[in-house]
């Protein structure tokens, strides 16, 4: 079974290559996948040089200059880029018969997303309040995704990891956030909703009126910012009927056409360049990110509210990636077993989980975690992340995998 550990370029530089990639291998893994496009981040990292690192947004590689000729959105570039740290990474990968991972992150960037507000979401009042997150109807943030990943498969990789590479959500549109409104969960997603005029114009072809769409989650979110109370219970399509009305839930699957499409054509980036592409939905994330006990809805279920049909795709890449964030062994074979019936046979399944905190206390949930997973359907589990987690949790993995 292909497993692999996630990791950061900072791991590299702070611990060495080589110690990196001999815990890695020490771990049991088959592959490391490391970070070759992220987000901006302040990270406790307890074994590092640095105990906590702060991230920025960019690319961890020079980009290529004919990848994004042309291109409005390019992306930024990270100190130590020019070292070409991913070049030595895949050598001595190479050496010890392991496999490199390119982990991009597309659409989550508030480096560009500030000096491009246009190309971020606009919610129902016509604010640009999420910087963080470009939107994936924008034909800027298109044509960027697609260069991103032609640009990471150069790097020699043996897949992209795609993340982000769907909508956002209204919770984590920047950093250092603060609300002090009771919003539901309900509330939260429609003030969430982009309706900038790519958005609303793709609507519009498949038949949404996109402008009562818009008027409704103006009113139901205003009506609870001036004192209405909130909407109670998990986000669901019936319920979000009951409470927004039919145009509002036609308009938030329509979105799934935005994230359907571009998925197709960076797939085929990818597969052009020598590569393959695996789809991170980041919905079961999402749901336990903060705490490992996710609501009761499962992820598979979920991943409409993000724009991922989860269906469709699988059905056009070779590989899709779950964080399955989950205390509970059960709930982490119920959410793999749900992809498993979406994405069938053809698609590879591979499960993602944390060895530590929140959601792993012991070696023995760790080890009932990728039991459940693979029983599941899961052809590979994957582990995050090598410099977040102490080394006494790494050495959980090896036991888990046994």
């Known amino acids: 079974m292909d497993t692999a550990l996630y ?5 590299l530089r702070s611990e060495g290559v080589d110690k990196v990639l001999d815990r890695v291998s020490a771990c049991g893994v088959q592959g490391v996948t490391i970070a070759a496009a992220y987000h901006q981040a302040r990270d406790v990292t307890p074994h590092g040089s640095s105990r906590v690192t702060v991230r920025r947004d960019g690319v961890h590689f020079p980009p290529p200059e004919d990848v994004f000729a042309g291109l409005r959105l390019v992306p930024p570039v990270q100190d130590g880029a020019a070292e070409e740290p991913l070049t030595e990474l895949r050598r001595a990968c190479s050496e010890r018969g392991l496999r490199m991972h390119g982990w991009t992150v597309f659409l989550h960037n508030a480096t560009l997303g500030l000096a491009n507000l246009d190309v971020t979401v606009q919610n129902c009042f016509g604010d640009r309040g999420s910087p963080a997150d470009l939107c994936p109807s924008h034909p800027d943030a298109r044509s960027y995704s697609v260069a991103l990943a032609r640009a990471v498969a150069r790097q020699g990789v043996d897949s992209v990891v795609a993340e982000s590479l769907h909508f956002g959500t209204f919770a984590h549109g920047y950093h250092h956030e603060r609300n002090f409104v009771a919003l539901g ?43 209405d109370p909130p909407a109670q219970g998990e986000v669901t399509r019936a319920a979000l009927t009951a409470y927004a009305g039919p145009e509002v839930v036609a308009y938030a699957r329509a979105r799934s056409e935005s994230v359907t499409s571009l998925v197709a054509e960076v797939s085929a980036a990818v597969t052009a360049e020598g590569s393959r592409l695996s789809f991170v939905d980041s919905t079961a994330s999402i749901k336990g990110y903060a705490d490992g006990l996710p609501p009761s809805g499962l992820a598979a279920h979920d991943a409409w509210q993000i724009g991922v049909d989860v269906v ?8 899709l990636a779950v964080p399955a964030y989950a205390r509970d062994a059960a709930r982490v074979a119920d959410d793999i077993g749900a992809y498993q019936r979406s994405v069938g046979k053809d698609c590879e399944l591979r499960a993602v989980l944390r060895p530590g905190l929140p959601d792993t206390d012991s070696a023995d949930r760790l080890a009932a975690k990728v039991r459940a997973a693979r029983a599941a359907g899961a052809q590979a589990v994957d582990f995050y992340a090598y410099g977040l987690a102490p080394f006494e949790v790494l050495d959980r993995i090896p036991g888990a995998l046994a």
Do not use: Y
Not at 212 to 226: H, P, Q, S
């Open 7 to 11: 990791a950061f370029v900072e791991d």
């Open 185 to 227: 969960p309900m509330d939260t997603f429609l003030f969430g909703l982009c309706f900038c005029r790519h958005c609303m114009q793709r609507a519009v072809d498949l038949g949404v009126n996109a402008e009562v769409a818009k008027e409704e989650c103006g009113r139901i979110v205003a009506g609870v910012l001036d004192g």
């Open 312 to 319: 469709a795709l699988g059905d056009l890449v070779p590989s």
